[in-house]
């Protein structure tokens, strides 16, 4: 398709299992964003990448987040040992370029990860 | 540190009446500002956009204006329509950074019949 599709779409775990989300950003899309929507809360920055490489990190809430880009492409957002309060949607944007004049996103459905 | 503010977690308008969504920021250093309008279960989707050259743009029912020296920037729509009802992020940017879109924590808008 010719948008942001991500996987899987609803992800249930156990506390302590590690989990992997997949992100496919549009093709050409040079930056690609992660963020998080928890229950009730607002739109929450992770990572961002530029090509492969993430200038800012700044978001990521602790050790166990890691994320990587390959082939300045697919992307892969891996929580280690979940907890509970990871539980929320997943949010991928990709984005024509960097910030830039319009700072436009293009976001995918999310993959709404629940940890029991 | 909530950079941008969106006081108002709900609003509920009449259908044909103005829906006027509020958003506050503290960076100055931003000068772009977007809304994005989110439906249940999808992604949010961009819905117009400001710069901070300008104080007002206007996009058919929508129109953005901001006001830089109160840091404050507000969408409106008008006639308010049942397919507008979702939840609306605003969110800011500092173009010459490069950096990530900040946003606010979403007005759930409800245009009712």
């Known amino acids: 398709g010719a948008g942001v599709s991500q996987s899987p779409s609803n992800k249930v775990t156990e506390k302590g299992k590690d989990v992997e989300l997949r992100c496919d950003p549009i093709?050409?899309?040079?930056?690609l964003y992660w963020y998080r929507q928890s229950l009730g809360q607002g739109l929450e920055f992770l990572i961002y990448f530029q090509g492969n490489s993430a200038p800012d990190k700044s978001g990521l809430p602790s050790d166990r987040f890691s994320a990587e880009r390959t082939g300045g492409s697919v992307s892969t957002l891996t929580i280690q040992r979940t907890q509970q309060e990871d539980s929320a949607v997943y949010l991928c944007a990709s984005s024509a370029r960097a910030g830039g004049p319009t700072g436009e996103l293009f976001f995918g459905e999310g993959s709404r990860l629940t940890v029991l | 540190d909530q950079q941008v503010k969106q006081n108002s977690p709900s609003l509920s308008v009449q259908e044909g009446r103005i829906s006027i969504l509020n958003c506050d920021y503290t960076?100055?250093?931003?000068?772009?500002f977007l809304w994005y309008k989110k439906y249940p279960a999808e992604g949010p989707t961009f819905l117009i956009s400001i710069s901070s050259i300008k104080d007002k743009n206007e996009d058919g029912r929508f129109t953005v204006f901001l006001n830089k020296s109160a840091k404050h920037l507000s969408l409106h729509i008008v006639p308010s329509q049942p397919g507008d009802s979702a939840v609306y992020f605003c969110a800011a940017i500092s173009t010459g950074t490069a950096s990530k879109l900040t946003f606010g924590t979403g007005t759930r808008l409800q245009v009712t019949l």
């Open positions: 093709s050409g899309h040079t930056a």
């Open positions: 960076n100055s250093m931003f000068d772009y």
